[in-house]
């Protein structure tokens, strides 16, 4: 038929057999059939198939049936008798109509490839300028130290570095340096031998020697004691080391990935960590951004989240809401991505729509009026004399902090018109730069004072 592939069935039985055993594009079905019908072939092919395109053929007497049939997901009928170019023309237009639905999920999906790499997701500059990085040091042997906030991503950073390397095939070893007691840091990282301790009842090997040929992974490496920050010196150096307890030297071929939410540039100063391990240490650099700079990214994140959960709670949660988004650009993120994606988790099983609403965000994200003022953060507290300009200014500040610089909000809970907050706060812009270059009361100016 018209040179395609065409698989017969002579009851809808049958035909839901052959669909679960053959690639099908298109069915042509009788609406009454025995047994099995043609609508409920149809409920059956669109649960399990949604791509399936479905024409229906309907005698006179069933017509309602059939248009019932197109709106449960039917692409079009035809009446008995059944002109055949007629039918041709018709399948010629449900299938083009298929292909283009087929291109457009594919198209969807390579452009949101484009912005993940290595289960990294952004496509705002300073992210691209982190995958760029990465795709460049990861094929060497040298050692790199990813920087950033908690819940920045610094793991999934490192285990990028790792799937780009020559190392992919061998282990990735990850150690939380701030998680073990000195005690325990030590033996974990180098092993230790039968009797080295008390409780140390057999050999055991380290962490260095289980990523042998691969890649380490020390998270929190500023909480590294000294004494063992020398361990760590002379294993970069000169590539062994000794077990707890031991005496053999075991030669060991790792590369090493060092992560830290602090300044050790300032531990160094402080005479916390050692100068030369961290110079060692230091060799690549990582800055990974705060989720606050690259809210152009929150938009994918979100969506990338929404599809996780929706899967694993079966749940069909695909939009979010302008109010809902517009929270959450306005929030500032301290807990960074770890906290945007627990917010999503919590939003999508709290929703009962299709969407995520301002109502099913975190209350932090998205804060209610008593919220707001019950919060002990935004107390006001002025000295008896204060002016009510001073009064007026501290409302102002506190209030837009408590709502993440969301404008709106703060205006409607001032009870102000947002032009009047606009004008006050330029009013106090210039205000500030006559007085002091500091922002105002240690809130950050770029919140308060946008531009």
Not at 250 to 265: E, M
Not at 373 to 390: A, H
Request: glycine residues 8%.
């Amino acid at each position: 038929m018209d040179g395609y592939k065409v698989i017969t069935a002579e009851t809808g039985r049958e035909a839901k057999r052959l669909l679960q055993q053959n690639k099908v594009n298109l069915i042509l079905t009788d609406l009454r059939m025995p047994g099995i019908d043609g609508l409920e072939l149809l409920s059956f092919s669109r649960e399990l198939f949604p791509y399936i395109e479905v024409i229906v053929i309907t005698g006179y007497g069933t017509i309602e049936t059939a248009v019932k049939a197109m709106k449960d997901g039917a692409y079009d009928f035809v009446t008995k008798p059944v002109v055949l170019d007629k039918l041709s023309a018709l399948i010629e237009k449900a299938l083009s109509k298929q292909r283009l639905a087929l291109e457009n999920v594919y198209l969807k999906e390579k452009l949101k490839n484009r912005y993940r790499f290595e289960q990294m997701i952004g496509k705002g500059k300073k992210m691209r300028e982190v995958m760029g990085l990465i795709e460049q040091v990861a094929p060497s042997k040298t050692t790199i130290m990813i920087n950033g906030e908690s819940g920045t991503g610094k793991e999934l950073c490192a285990n990028a570095i790792h799937t780009l390397s020559p190392r992919v095939d061998k282990p990735f070893i990850k150690v939380h340096c701030a998680a073990l007691s000195e005690g325990i840091l030590e033996s974990e990282l180098f092993g230790h031998e039968k009797g080295a301790f008390t409780g140390a009842y057999e050999s055991k090997k380290g962490r260095f020697e289980l990523a042998h040929k691969g890649t380490l992974f020390l998270d929190e490496i500023s909480a590294i004691p000294p004494h063992i920050q020398v361990k760590l010196l002379r294993v970069l150096q000169e590539r062994e080391f000794e077990r707890v307890g031991g005496q053999k030297t075991i030669p060991v071929d790792v590369r090493l990935i060092g992560a830290t939410n602090k300044d050790l540039a300032q531990a160094v100063k402080d005479g916390w960590f050692r100068e030369d391990l961290y110079y060692r240490l230091n060799v690549i650099n990582v800055n990974l951004p705060p989720l606050r700079e690259r809210k152009e990214d929150i938009h994918i994140l979100v969506e990338y989240f929404m599809d996780k959960f929706s899967r694993e709670n079966q749940k069909d949660v695909r939009q979010i809401t302008p109010e809902a988004t517009e929270r959450l650009l306005a929030y500032n993120w301290p807990g960074n991505i770890r906290e945007l994606l627990n917010s999503i988790e919590s939003a999508v099983v709290r929703s009962t729509g299709g969407a995520i609403g301002a109502q099913d965000l975190p209350h932090y994200v998205a804060p209610t009026f008593s919220h707001i003022v019950n919060s002990s953060e935004c107390r006001i507290s002025l000295p008896v004399g204060s002016s009510m300009e001073e009064l007026e200014k501290e409302a102002i500040i506190k209030t837009l902090s408590a709502t993440g610089g969301n404008k709106q909000k703060a205006a409607q809970i001032l009870g102000i018109g947002l032009k009047t907050l606009y004008r006050k706060l330029e009013h106090l812009r210039q205000e500030e730069n006559l007085s002091s270059p500091k922002p105002l009361s240690g809130v950050q100016k770029s919140t308060i004072f946008p531009g």
